[in-house]
């Protein structure tokens, strides 16, 4: 499996972007795919998450409402819209993709193959 992150960017506070994360190789639209991020000096943290329809999706407290997954499974692809965001937004964003069907989406250990991360960069 192989996964491409790309969409990230230099913004300002208040604005959006949209990441994708594009997976080729051995990929089941059942599988759940997971957003982390990773800021300067801090341990990467779960961001979003979606099962194998928009009825199964999971985020982190911080970004609620501001953030939607959603995934196109035609082309094999993930999608994060983050809206309204913030400084504290600013980080290193991967996509990662598990093994197997049932994980614990929310832990960074459950997945076995991520992407090269793209850099969100938001100014105050």
């Known amino acids: 499996v192989q996964l491409q992150a790309s969409g990230g960017g230099l913004v300002q506070a208040g604005d959006s972007l949209r990441l994708s994360c594009a997976a080729s190789?051995?990929?089941?639209?059942?599988?759940?795919t997971g957003w982390f991020r990773q800021a300067p000096g801090k341990e990467r943290e779960f961001v979003a998450a979606i099962g194998w329809s928009a009825g199964y999706t999971y985020y982190t407290d911080s970004v609620k409402g501001r953030f939607t997954i959603s995934r196109d499974n035609a082309k094999n692809t993930v999608y994060l819209q983050m809206d309204s965001l913030s400084p504290e937004d600013t980080a290193v964003y991967y996509c990662?993709?598990?093994?197997?069907?049932?994980?614990?989406?929310?832990?960074?250990?459950?997945?076995?193959?991520w992407g090269q991360g793209t850099q969100v960069t938001v100014s105050s």
């Open positions: 990662a993709y598990p093994s197997r069907l049932t994980i614990v989406v929310r832990s960074q250990y459950e997945y076995d193959y």
């Open positions: 190789g051995r990929t089941f639209s059942s599988y759940t």
